[in-house]
């Protein structure tokens, strides 16, 4: 490959001009990249949760544990493979496949980097870009739930049953919050274009401060940090991720909608989680973190933002976000039910809605330097959203006593027995007692004798 060095953002106008080799290429590389991101991602949390929980982790399969997956792949594979007889057959060999192949798909209008040559071809580093791309990552992300909840249904059992009814009803309630979150970026970038949101993420901000102007980054998870903060909580409870693994609940479910899988399709149902779960993250990064541009200081380099350097910082950035959600596995355990829908209906979506009116006014005002107010206003919203969430709930008071609630009562009310009273044993009982002992002293005293 010559590796001509441009610094150039692709376009619309770029896509749809390479050989067919070179598309096969690409989709070849986007697929390789999700089946090697979930080896290494499932690798990769097994290790970091055993270094939080104070032990090993995977240390025995390959150095340092790497080839721990394939060989659990493997093992998977040569499982014997159970087809419940109360099974839809047809629906239920293809549900994990339709969890994997929207998954994967998603990743074609993901940007990996800018402009690069390949055997003397100028194309951008990203399979395809439409102008509604992010519309496609949606549509990918919610088809992605009617393998688990065909999964559940085709099964022809109740608990994954319930499993599949619980991801319907969750896909219902965050992927209206994660909607949502997008449109500020929308109306910020003006195109809905995966690469033109990270060429408008590449402007450089200077916001004045006491007189004295400095240069400010243009991530969006800064301009616009309650859309960031609420959009990658929805994409965590989008994956069925700890602590919003719901579909799943083994502890209340057995296994969810997975129960009645084995062999290679519950291996497919594993892949599709990883897979989503690296897919969101290079989403996340490609939306509010810059995509594949440098971040500071790397910048102050001028060849940062050039050449195959851009996938570098793309992929860390993607590991970076990969260890959030890993992290927040560790360490959160799973919500209740009521309090997972309590979550996204009532704090997630009303937040969503009033920060998308506050944006809404700032852009009608046109003689504002846009930018440093709209950087100002998602400061203070970003404070506030986390205020609301981590302020300490309200103290219950204190339970009345039965006493005062007697007190209380209003005069002339239905009189109440005293509290104290005791009811006295029944005269059978007291028969009862009156036979045994007799027998019971007499035992005594044998014992006593012996």
């Given amino acids: 490959m010559n590796a001509v060095y441009l610094a ?7 896509f749809g001009k390479d050989p067919w080799w070179l598309v096969l290429g690409k989709i070849v590389f986007a697929f390789v990249f999700g089946l090697l991101a979930t080896l290494l991602g499932v690798w990769f949390e097994r290790r970091v949760v055993g270094r939080m929980a104070v032990r090993p982790g995977p240390n025995q399969v390959g150095p340092f544990g790497l080839l721990q997956t394939l060989a659990d792949g493997l093992k998977m594979a040569f499982k014997e493979d159970i087809l419940p007889r109360t099974a839809d057959k047809v629906v239920f060999f293809f549900a994990p496949t339709i969890s994997v192949i929207c998954a994967v798909t998603a990743l074609s209008v993901v940007p990996f980097g800018p402009m690069v040559s390949i055997f003397g071809h100028h194309t951008p580093l990203q399979v395809t870009d439409v102008s509604v791309a992010v519309l496609v990552i949606l549509a990918c992300s919610s088809m992605g739930i009617y393998g688990i909840v065909l999964g559940g249904w085709a099964s022809g059992s109740t608990y994954p049953l319930l499993g599949g009814l619980r991801s319907s009803a969750q896909m219902i309630s965050y992927e209206v919050a994660m909607g949502l979150s997008i449109v500020a970026v929308f109306m910020t970038a003006g195109t809905m274009s995966t690469s033109g949101i990270v060429a408008a993420q590449g402007d450089a901000t200077r916001l004045t401060i006491l007189g004295t102007e400095i240069p400010a980054p243009g991530w969006y998870a800064i301009l616009l940090l309650p859309s960031f903060i609420i959009f990658f909580i929805a994409t965590v409870g ?16 057995v296994a969810g909608f997975m129960t009645e899988y084995s062999s290679l399709k519950f291996a497919l149902f594993m892949l599709s989680e990883y897979v989503s779960m690296v897919t969101m993250s290079a989403v996340t990064t490609t939306l509010f973190l810059g995509g594949w541009r440098a971040p500071w200081p790397i910048t102050l380099w001028s060849g940062a933002n050039s050449g195959w350097w851009p996938m570098l910082w793309f992929f860390g950035k993607v ?3 990969v260890f959030v959600f890993v992290w927040l596995r560790g360490t959160l355990p799973r919500l209740r039910y009521d309090q997972f829908m309590r979550f996204g209906w009532k704090v997630l979506l009303p937040i969503n809605l009033v920060w998308i009116l506050v944006l809404s006014g700032l852009r009608s005002i046109e003689d504002w330097q846009t930018r440093d107010r709209l950087l100002a206003t998602a400061i203070g919203a970003g404070v506030l959203l986390l205020a609301t969430l981590f ?8 339970k009345p006593t039965v006493q005062e609630q007697v007190n209380s009562r209003p005069h002339g009310s239905f009189p109440l027995p005293p509290m104290d009273l005791q009811v006295p044993p029944s005269p059978r009982t007291k028969r009862v007692v009156a036979e045994r002992e007799p027998a019971n002293i007499a035992a005594g005293s044998d014992s006593r004798e012996v």
């Fill in 8 to 14: 150039q953002d692709p376009t619309l106008a770029d």
């Fill in 238 to 253: 989008e994956t069925n991720r700890a602590p919003f693994d719901l579909p799943e609940a083994e502890s209340e479910l």
């Fill in 319 to 321: 590991l970076i976000l």
């Fill in 391 to 398: 302020w300490p709930s309200r103290k219950k008071e204190p």
